[in-house]
């Protein structure tokens, strides 16, 4: 019997980028650590409980890119939940986020950070899958959670 080989096929229209590590997102009072992002969306890894479904807002900041986006309109689009690691036990899920922009500003403001990661030797998102899936203890740390 023969081997069945599989073939991946992006479905995605935009290049997804990994950011900086500062790169977050907050919806409500739920503060999240940017995976990848792409001029369509982004994956998010949110600390803590989630019930985020349907369309929303969310403030997007890098502090070492310069940037904050307030109220960017957005749509919940999958959630996948992460082991907490032995060190914490925060709990971690990732949820994939389509961009509905209100204006032009709002999808200029994003692609030129984009360009900006593009321009400056960041990785395509699916070259550099090592950087992604995890919350790391760093971050945990730069936003203000005490590791045990």
Known sequence: MGRMETTFVEQRKHKRYAPPDDAVAVCNTKIGRIINISEGGMAVN???????????????????????????????????????????????????????YADTAQHDHVKEYIDGLAGNGHKDFKDNLELAPKLSDKFLVKIGHKLT
């Not at 890098?62 to 907490?84: G, H, T, W, Y």
């Open 46 to 100: 949110w600390i803590g409980d989630t019930s985020f479904s349907g369309d929303g807002m969310v403030t997007f900041l890098s502090s070492s890119k310069d940037v904050l986006i307030n109220d960017l309109p957005v749509r919940f689009l999958s959630v996948r939940n992460e082991q907490a690691s032995s060190m914490n036990a925060i709990k971690v899920q990732c949820i994939g986020v389509s961009f509905n």
